[in-house]
């Protein structure tokens, strides 16, 4: 059977969304949500997890990072790659393995959307964000840097990984902005992670007060709302509404 280019793009679409639905519905059939959530369940597997990280360590950065990229690659949103990370391998070695991952990770879903999906994106997205092409054509690395410094404007990460198709900006420069962009929001995310393995290492018990009083806390919830205060700043003055 002969395919033409756009046949062959829509079939392999198809089989792209259905590994998509059925990677994430294996996922979540193998992962109790409630264990997730709860304190007495993640405490008491702390130590597992950590001793396998020090007898294991380049194994687990290995399937950590190509997890992450696959989870990227499913439309995967960032906090709990970010926050296991901080909480497995800290926050200078967390924050490194998790940007160069998303970085990794995004660059090749947006090659994929952009192959694959971009007549859906535009039907889907360009009437809301199509303003922003002017911004972009300036200089398209300086403002998607600054646009992944924002945080994608508040954007939910999937699509903010996947917007800038509409703006047919260069890989390199997707790589380089999503590596450079990201460490700001990223380490806020991880050193939070890495903030809750040491609380849980010296607190038998869940206390909001505790949690709130932690200095690895409340550091990373603080400059979590000043992000979001110069993501707002960087929205006003870059990405303006002409």
């Known amino acids: ?131 922003l092409q002017l911004a972009f054509r300036k200089n398209e690395l300086l403002y998607f840097t600054l646009y992944r410094f924002a945080g994608g404007g508040g954007i939910p990460y999937g699509i903010q990984n996947v917007l800038p198709v509409l703006f047919n900006i260069s890989t390199k420069n997707y790589f380089i902005g999503t590596f450079l962009g990201s460490w700001p929001t990223m380490f806020i995310t991880v050193a939070l992670g890495a903030g809750i393995e040491k609380y849980i290492d010296i607190n038998e018990k869940l206390s909001f007060f505790k949690i709130i009083l932690s200095p690895d806390i409340y550091f990373p919830i603080l400059g979590f709302l000043l992000m979001i205060l110069i993501g707002f700043i960087i929205k006003k003055l870059f990405f303006k509404k002409n």
């Open 1 to 131: 059977m002969n395919f033409t280019s756009r046949n062959l793009k829509l079939a392999i679409g198809a089989i792209y969304l259905l590994i998509l639905f059925f990677g994430l519905y294996y996922l979540f059939s193998l992962v109790d949500l409630k264990d997730l959530t709860s304190y007495e369940f993640i405490r008491s597997n702390k130590d597992i997890i950590l001793e396998y990280k020090n007898n294991n360590f380049l194994f687990l950065t290995f399937i950590f990072f190509i997890f992450s990229i696959i989870w990227y690659l499913l439309l995967g949103f960032a906090g709990p790659i970010l926050l296991f990370s901080g909480f497995v391998f800290g926050k200078w070695y967390g924050i490194l393995i998790a940007v160069m991952a998303a970085s990794v990770g995004t660059t090749f879903l947006y090659l994929l959307a952009k192959l694959f999906f971009t007549d859906l994106i535009k039907e889907k997205l360009e009437p809301k964000f199509s303003k």
